[in-house]
């Protein structure tokens, strides 16, 4: 009788922790008879289980979810099952890579987290679906939770279709949410960031071993939403966040820059995962503190290539809406995938040069052909050390550091268009040549 009573107890509490998925939305199938609730979307039209609309693509299932995103919705307008209907369970390595199929008319974030029944959250993961009106299955990766107090009791889900500013009302359909295991370990950088070439004169530092730094007064605010770690790649001190959603850095009080002599805002980065990279410039203002009402800030986006070093050497003049440069702040970092970025930045400094080199160089640089599709053959009189493209707006695209004797540029991942080409040399000089990518 015991022994019964036992065997009872344990199959009572395996069920109540089991985790009901994958999410389909089929008859008879998770999802299908759960109680979702719209949020945040004026009215909350409720979510629909509606004839999947394309089984040409990647999705050839019968039904999937339709949430229509109201134009005059929030940003963060969604749809939540009820707690419990996805069972009660862990994120571990076991299931913490979670997909979801979209099919949406715009391009924007989708958002997902996860709830615990006293209302505690995983925060959400943002990722943007690459293509419209076809199923695209993005991937949320909630490693960096794994172990903290969130990740356990979990017992609902929430799905952010559209989150996004929205300019028009949006029918945003997704399906297929289901929960893997890790893959393989991410890569890391085997070399550090090249040091840069400028002098000390010219340089206000705010993380380099090449320059004296200033004082700053944190890496990591206590708002930002990622995981910071000190770290060293060959001797050199390398600053490695993970989990990143945004971070801020500040330099306030005393430490308050005044870069207005400098003319460029220059750093180095490496990430294994991240498609977008944002750097974002603070000025408190003249009262020199947050929100006092004279604050100004400016967030420019780039597109790094991974697991390469990129140099993002940025005219400060790029920051449009900075009043001034007298009172720098803060510099937020901040990207996508977002939540679970890996970012390592090196070599944080402004200088007031237009490069760290001579520019007076008697070479001459030959790019062809041009146009051009995937390659650009380059020759000169001098070899190359690096090459770096920019695209009409000034924006820094691809960074290649070169091996002996390479002559060739990998240009297939270029959107068409009008591109410059800098190429640094190994007698310390740089040439540029315009060219157009078919």
């Not at 709830?115 to 009106?133: C, D, M, Y």
């Not at 449009?320 to 007298?326: C, E, G, H, T």
Request: charged residues 15%.
């Amino acid at each position: 009788m015991h022994k019964l009573l036992l065997i009872c107890t344990f199959v009572i509490s395996f069920l109540s922790t089991a985790q009901n998925s994958p999410i389909t939305f089929e008859v008879g199938e998770f999802g299908s008879t759960w109680t979702w609730t719209v949020f945040e979307n004026i009215g909350n039209p409720p979510l629909e289980l509606v004839t999947n609309p394309d089984v040409t693509g990647i999705n050839s299932s019968a039904t999937a979810a339709k949430f229509t995103a109201l134009q005059g919705g929030m940003p963060y307008a969604g749809v939540e099952c009820a707690h419990g209907d996805v069972g009660t369970f862990t994120l571990t390595p076991l299931n913490c890579i979670v997909k979801i199929m979209v099919n949406k008319p715009v391009i924007s974030n989708v958002g997902i987290k996860f709830a615990t029944g006293s209302g505690a959250s995983t925060g959400e993961l943002l990722v943007p679906n690459t293509q419209i009106n076809k199923w695209e299955e993005l991937t949320f990766d909630f490693t960096p939770i794994l172990g903290l107090p969130t990740s356990s009791g979990i017992n609902q889900v929430i799905i952010f279709p559209d989150f996004q500013n929205r300019a028009s009302t949006n029918i945003c359909y997704f399906d297929n949410l289901t929960f893997g295991v890790t893959g393989p370990p991410l890569g890391t950088p085997m070399t550090p960031a090249p040091d840069p070439n400028f002098a000390a004169v010219d340089v206000i530092s705010m993380f380099s071993n090449v320059y004296t730094d200033v004082p700053v007064n944190t890496w990591q605010t206590s708002w930002s939403q990622g995981t910071l770690n000190d770290i060293q790649i060959q001797g050199n001190d390398t600053k490695k966040y993970t989990g990143l959603n945004f971070v801020g850095v500040e330099t306030t009080g005393s430490n308050i820059l005044n870069v207005s002599n400098m003319t460029h805002l220059y750093l180095n980065v490496w990430t294994p995962n991240m498609t977008e990279f944002r750097v974002k410039l603070v000025d408190f203002g003249n009262d020199l503190t947050y929100a006092g009402g004279d604050d100004t800030e400016h967030e420019l986006t780039f597109n790094p290539i991974m697991e390469n070093w990129i140099t993002l050497d940025i005219p400060l003049t790029n920051f449009v809406n900075l009043a001034s440069n007298n009172h720098i702040a803060q510099l937020i970092f901040s990207g996508n995938p977002s939540g679970s970025g890996v970012v390592y930045v090196d070599n944080v400094l402004f200088h007031n040069v237009v490069t760290g080199i001579d520019e007076t160089s008697q070479e001459i640089l030959h790019v062809y052909p041009n146009p051009a599709n995937d390659f650009l053959n380059i020759t000169g009189t001098t070899e190359m050390e690096r090459l770096s493209i920019f695209d009409v707006s000034g924006k820094l695209v691809q960074s290649t550091e070169l091996t002996e004797n390479a002559n060739k540029c990998n240009i297939s991942m270029l959107n068409q268009g009008a591109y410059l080409l800098v190429a640094q040399l190994k007698n310390g000089t740089v040439q540029r040549e315009h060219f157009i990518k078919e």
